[in-house]
């Protein structure tokens, strides 16, 4: 008897000593080595190689782009007229609706860091809402709202539009922005007499500076790249990202590989004023004057509450009722003769959310794999400008317009390219990883930061090898920073348009469907798809609060 | 003008410009599918779109709909310069990156389509058949004079249809739809 116990007891010990020995083989530097290799090809194919893939297909057919785009024998230069309106319908509408949510988000991420209320905390995560639903529901329901008030597919409604789903990238950089600011400097300067609004200038602002460039870049760089919403509350309007699509559909690709480069080397300059002004020292600012008069005036307290609730109530017509106006189109009888008619709808649904969570969960199983050794190689390993290097190029996809992103994926691993994967769910994989990566890597890496070396050295002076310190100390550390990016991953996944038009074949995700089904007028049915992605969406921002790291929580 | 004869310096051709750009000017509002326009007639009514270019099936689904909410029917008018007719002829393509199985599946869904019970239900469904010896059949001939009769807005006299037939040459087809880049409305 005493003889089977301790059969019974030695199994673990047994596997458990395999495993340890497992770890210790595995953590010889040849194997680290092998994984680096495995980890940097990754990278590179996924998010250099189809950039790189754009640029040499723009210069070996830029006798035909130029052709096409100026000398055409249909045409003319129609066609580079028609891409220089699309850029510049693209550059003013986010310059206007990024100016709009400055204007009414700037008041409210100083309510939410400095005021204490009841609600503050639903209305935060209404604000945040907007920024994980998918564009495409948020268009309809935009499109709906404006509806009413009789105002029809056009400009106006793609900046209200823009607004809505751009907004929280402002309140969201302003608000952690602010929350860094010392009240005691701002109390100071009041003690010396300073009004509010000197203090904000003299103040506040610089040191928020930083966070409000940030914020309106990337808010900027959202609106200008937007597909699904666009499409659905353009009307006659061709954005640049529109236009892309559009290219790719007729097949012109020369011509749509040169408006995605034109797109690309945008987002790339974007994103490099950002990292420049992210380094610099925003405290050097000399005032010739402190105390205007005027300020003084404006400081008075009827005008601060005055702009709060004015912003409020900017945002609440804005971004939050039109945002969510939807839920009131919910019909259930229309909703049943549309989804179980002769087309079947319904089945059509059920097949896109099965795609849309089959890609989803794919997609963040690869990244997490890849991303984690990332992470630790991006904050652990001195490589010197590499770190720094490879830090940029991460977050190239979260900059680049989806729809360019998604043509450089389709030249690159499609026909056109290397060949490896046609139309369909296998590139709609290729795609998502390419612009979810970053969303895994980045609040794992967040973690890494905060955990405290010590612990890995007391278990590596224990004898313990690096995979086995990796498995019982690391892991546990940064767990929530893995849960909190396959979240935000899966999201952006679920949320994605104008990558996904660009490399589907016959198979639809959720926000495709819902472009489809608007385009050709079966309203009830697309109510309730986006209902449906808005409420997951919903569930999954609440998730990625309760996991997210609060060092990665710009962007 | 024989199909065949259609280049692209045809399509060029400034007096093609501008007829296509007189076409385009009495459009009220660009649709993005025909289903969306029949909708919008079914919707709407007369005072929203009186004219649009749409499928005969889809008169047939909306025209009694719109006869009950507005009075008036939607009604086919068939060109006589000609009217394009759609997923036809099928063609499995004799090519050389089309496998033998390619062709044998695709054999198989002729035979699929051309089984009686399935034309009837095209017909049925408001899809013409182009064979009209097939109206030679009492059943489908009975079929053929419920679905398409003036009641639901298009003709049941098939010899008032002219067959439009577009140019032969894949590259003057493929630049047609470039011609609207030219002339269409963008405000």
């Known amino acids: 008897m005493v003889t089977q116990e301790h059969r019974i007891g030695e199994a673990p010990i047994i596997r458990n000593n395999l495993l340890l020995r497992a770890e ?316 179980f008619g002769a087309d079947n709808k319904w089945a059509y649904l059920w097949s896109a959310v099965v795609n849309s969570f089959q890609i989803g969960f794919l997609v963040i199983f690869i990244d997490v794999i890849i991303a984690i050794p990332f992470a630790l190689m991006l904050e652990r390993e001195k490589w010197g400008r590499v770190n720094g290097i490879l830090d940029t190029i991460l977050d190239i996809p979260l900059i680049i317009p989806s729809a360019a992103l998604g043509f450089a994926v389709f030249m690159f691993w499609g026909p056109a390219g290397i060949n490896l994967a046609q139309p369909g769910l296998g590139m709609i994989i290729f795609t998502h990883l390419t612009f979810t990566f970053p969303y895994v890597v980045r609040p794992i890496a967040a973690q890494i930061k905060n955990i405290k070396i010590g612990h890995e050295e007391a278990s590596a002076t224990l004898g313990a090898a690096p995979l086995t310190t990796f498995r019982r100390i690391t892991l546990p550390a940064i767990k929530n920073g893995v849960i909190a990016g396959m979240i935000a991953a899966f999201t952006r996944s679920l949320g994605e348009t104008g990558a996904t038009l660009i490399v589907m074949g016959a198979d639809r995700t959720v926000p495709v469907l819902i472009v489809d089904w608007v385009e050709e007028n079966a309203f009830y049915a697309a109510a309730l798809a986006s209902v449906i992605v808005i409420l997951i969406s919903a569930l999954l921002l609440a998730l990625t609060r309760v996991f997210m790291p609060k060092e990665s929580q710009r962007l | 003008m024989d199909p065949a004869a259609i280049t692209i310096d045809n399509l060029a051709d400034p007096v093609v410009i501008q007829w296509l750009s007189e076409i385009e000017s009495a459009a009220v509002f660009y649709g993005k599918s025909t289903g969306f326009l029949a909708k919008y007639m079914r919707d709407r009514g007369p005072e929203a779109l009186q004219v649009a270019v749409l499928y005969e099936n889809l008169v047939q689904d909306y025209s009694q709909l719109a006869e009950e909410k507005y009075g008036q029917k939607i009604i086919a008018v068939y060109p006589t310069e000609g009217s394009l007719f759609s997923d036809h002829p099928f063609c499995i393509l004799d090519a050389d990156w089309v496998s033998e199985e390619q062709k044998m599946v695709a054999d198989e869904y002729l035979k699929f389509l051309s089984q009686k019970e399935l034309i009837l239900k095209a017909i049925q469904t408001g899809f013409r058949p182009i064979d009209v010896n097939l109206l030679d059949e009492s059943d489908i001939q009975e079929v053929y004079q419920l679905s398409f009769n003036m009641e639901h807005g298009v003709t049941a006299d098939p010899g008032v249809i002219i067959e439009l037939h577009p140019p032969t040459d894949g590259l003057v087809i493929a630049r047609i739809p470039d011609l609207w880049l030219l002339t269409r409305n963008s405000e």
Request: hydrophobic share 55%; aromatic share 10%; net charge positive.
């Open chain 1, 24 to 339: 210790k083989e595995l953590s010889k530097k040849k194997y680290k080595r092998i994984l680096e290799i495995i980890v940097i090809t990754f990278f590179a194919l996924i998010i250099l190689a189809p950039i790189i893939n754009i640029i040499s297909t723009v210069i070996a057919n830029i006798g035909e782009i130029r052709t096409r785009l100026f000398f055409d024998i249909l045409l003319g230069d129609s066609q580079w007229v028609i891409m220089r309106e699309a850029l510049w319908d693209s550059f003013s509408i986010a310059f206007v609706a990024v100016a709009i949510d400055v204007a009414i988000g700037f008041p409210i991420a100083i309510l939410l860091t400095r005021n204490e209320f009841p609600g503050k905390h639903f209305i935060d995560f209404l604000v945040d809402l907007p920024m994980a639903v998918p564009t495409s529901a948020l268009g309809f329901s935009v499109m709906m709202f404006w509806g009413i008030m009789g105002i029809t597919p056009g400009r106006t409604l793609i900046i209200f539009v823009h607004v809505a789903f751009t907004y929280p990238y402002i309140v969201r950089n302003l608000k952690l922005a602010i929350e860094k600011v010392d009240p005691l400097l701002e109390k100071a300067a009041m003690t010396l007499s300073a009004s509010k609004m000197t203090v904000l200038r003299t103040i506040s602002l610089p040191l928020i500076r930083e966070g409000l460039i940030a914020g309106t870049i990337l808010a900027f760089t959202r609106s200008l790249g937007e597909t699904g919403a666009t499409m659905i509350c353009a009307g006659l309007v061709e954005t640049a990202p529109i236009l892309v699509v559009g290219l790719r559909k007729q097949l012109q690709l020369p011509t749509a590989s040169f408006l995605s480069l034109v797109l690309i080397l945008i987002s790339l300059t974007l994103l490099i004023i950002v990292k420049l002004i992210a380094r610099r020292n925003t405290a050097t600012s000399k005032f010739w004057q402190i105390h205007f008069e005027w300020e003084k005036f404006f400081s008075k307290s009827i005008f601060t509450k005055g702009t709060k609730i004015l912003a409020g109530l900017l945002m609440t017509l804005l971004v939050l009722i039109p945002s969510f106006y939807i839920f009131s189109e919910i019909r259930p009888v229309e909703i049943g003769v549309e989804l």
